[in-house]
């Protein structure tokens, strides 16, 4: 079985809505508990750039994910959020490490 990766690259508005933090661990939780999401990690660059990265089981949880009328609403309002993003989708290969899991 194989792994699939959404890389989510954002910088945000200066003037950035407040509901963004709400929205944002909302849908988190939601894409979790609902959708196959397997596991989300966020992160910032120094240079202030949001990076998410969410794991998924296969391309079809992930469309399902993007078709989900409350993530498609949040994305229709991004731009009070963005002041840019870029979205990659991928298939991880290989997972190892120490321990393994």
Do not use: N
């Not at 909302?26 to 196959?36: C, T, V």
């Not at 993007?66 to 290969?93: C, F, L, N």
Request: glycine share 4%; hydrophobic share 40%; aromatic share 12%.
């Amino acid at each position: 079985m194989s792994t699939h990766i959404v890389i989510f690259r954002a910088t945000h508005r200066p003037d950035i809505a407040p509901d963004y933090l709400d929205t944002a661990l909302a849908l988190r939780d939601k894409a979790l508990r609902d959708f196959g999401c397997l596991e989300f990690v966020y992160a910032t660059t120094p240079a202030g750039e949001e990076v998410v990265l969410s794991f998924w089981p296969d391309t079809a949880s992930i469309a399902r994910w993007k078709a989900d009328e409350e993530h498609r609403a949040a994305q229709a309002g991004q731009a009070r959020w963005y002041s840019s993003y870029r979205i990659q989708i991928g298939e991880i290969h290989r997972d190892y490490g120490h321990p393994p899991r």
